[in-house]
């Protein structure tokens, strides 16, 4: 099983509506949980980051933390073509600033205009 | 405040030879990452330095390796290099602060003829 799993798609949605991008992790003990969009060509960009159960909202952008089934979600809601990347979930198993990270492989996202 | 800085932006080597890669995190972070990225393995975690001392290591083979200078600046060298080394290498530069958040500078895109 690997450790960060996500759905490779593509993803698409039309323009205007809410894109829902899936993640599960392996490790129970993980901390913190990052959500980075990545455009073709491009290093990854960090868009949001979670780390207790429940929803943060920024923005168009809302991340769900789920630990009791380890999982963690990003919501865009009003998809613009702007949005069409690839979204990079990670995850940090470390603690008080050390690093242990593990990305997934990223889902891609299309908004047709 | 600047971003985070990496040089060169694009490199051609041949088998066999070695390449050194620099990066400049952002004023302040005293943590770096090194990342590989390929299109059929996604991110793959190569070492993290902090304070001149690598405090963790992803399962790459010892061709690979890095240092940390005190201004924080940080080196990947690889040597004798392979077709499948092909890859673009991303730093990431760590805050160190609350659950710790990544900033990717723009990568080096290596390409081994």
């Known amino acids: ?113 | 405040k600047a971003g985070v800085t990496q040089t060169p932006r694009y490199l051609i080597k041949t088998r066999g030879q070695q390449v050194t890669l620099s990066c400049s995190p952002i004023s302040g972070h005293r943590s770096v990452s090194w990342y590989q990225q390929t299109p059929g393995q996604g991110l793959q975690f190569l070492f993290e330095y902090f304070s001149e001392t690598q405090r963790n290591k992803g399962n790459f083979p010892g061709r690979f390796s890095g240092r940390q200078f005190s201004n924080s600046r940080s080196e990947m060298n690889v040597s004798t290099l392979e077709l499948g080394d092909s890859a673009l290498y991303l730093c990431a530069s760590n805050s160190g602060l609350g659950h710790n958040e990544q900033f990717f500078g723009p990568g080096t895109r290596l390409t081994v003829l």
């Open chain 1, 1 to 113: 099983q690997k450790e960060v799993e996500q759905n490779s798609g593509p993803l698409s949605v039309p323009e205007g509506a809410i894109a829902s991008l899936n993640c599960t992790y392996s490790d129970r003990g993980s901390q913190s949980f990052f959500w980075y969009r990545q455009y073709s060509g491009k290093s990854p960009e960090l868009i949001m980051f979670i780390y207790s159960n429940g929803d943060k909202e920024d923005g168009r952008f809302t991340a769900q933390l789920n630990k009791a089934s380890q999982y963690v979600s990003l919501l865009i809601r009003d998809s613009q073509p702007s949005d069409s990347a690839t979204y990079l979930c990670a995850v940090n198993l470390g603690s008080g600033g050390y690093q242990k990270v593990t990305f997934g492989t990223g889902t891609k996202l299309q908004v047709i205009p």
